[in-house]
């Protein structure tokens, strides 16, 4: 339960939803192509969103009021991985003068996935795909900090997936893949994952990184 108001929260620590919009005005309007440039505004951005989450304070109209605060507060804190790959695309907009597609639909060998950047915009596939993922929590109310490794298993195992699936869509008409390693790093879509995680002491990001190396080719941003 909220032990203080949503204006008084604003004050010392500003709205997260302005600072949104500063940050994605501030990459447009600087042409502004990478991440390390914005990484000291994009860590305050979320620290502020913690504290709302933290203090159990939905930020002043954002989120759906219509619904229980604690609701609409859950879903506002949920949106931090949409804004990471908005951000991420908008960077590499800024290193290209063909489109990018944001949370685009690719399809693959057996499914449709939702990609969340795809590059170019086209319609044929697209050469890259990107996957991002925003990991862990502070603790707030009765609910303990969720660590960055927090259902880890079944994120890599969709990682795994999803490049897999999205490769063997562009080879259906041959029957060989040779060297299973050198088909997964040469063959369309190029695959990425681009990662942000809110780290605790008990998280081992190396044991992490070696993981998503042993799957896809891998950038991880932590």
């Known amino acids: 339960m909220a032990t203080r108001d949503a204006a008084s929260l604003e004050q010392e620590v500003g709205h ?9 005005q501030r990459i447009q309007d600087q042409n502004i192509q990478k991440f390390a440039v914005i990484e000291e505004a994009w860590l305050d ?16 109209g954002m989120g759906n009021p219509k619904v229980q605060e604690s609701s609409r507060l859950a879903a506002i804190y949920r949106g931090k991985g949409n804004w990471f790959g908005s ?22 060998f057996s499914q449709v996935h939702q990609i969340d950047v795809a590059w170019p915009v086209r319609d044929v596939d697209p050469l890259v ?9 502070p603790a707030y109310g009765s609910t303990g900090a969720r660590k960055a490794a927090a259902d880890w298993t079944n994120r890599r195992k969709e990682l795994k997936f999803a490049a897999t ?20 790093r040469e063959a369309a879509p190029m695959t990425f994952f681009l990662w942000a995680a809110r780290m605790a002491p008990t998280d081992k990001i190396e044991s992490m990184v070696r993981e ?3 799957l896809v080719k891998s950038y991880v941003l932590g």
């Open 212 to 214: 998503v190396q042993a």
């Open 87 to 108: 951000a991420l695309a908008l960077l590499l907009e800024n290193q290209t003068d063909q489109r990018l597609a944001p949370r685009a639909r690719v399809q693959g």
């Open 45 to 60: 951005l979320v620290w502020c969103l913690d504290r709302y989450r933290v203090e159990g304070i939905a930020p002043r």
């Open 16 to 24: 997260p939803g302005e600072k949104w919009s500063a940050l994605q």
């Open 165 to 184: 699936d999205l490769k063997l869509a562009r080879r259906q008409q041959e029957t060989k893949i040779e060297h299973w390693d050198v088909w997964r």
């Open 129 to 137: 795909c990107l996957e991002t993922k925003v990991t862990g929590a």
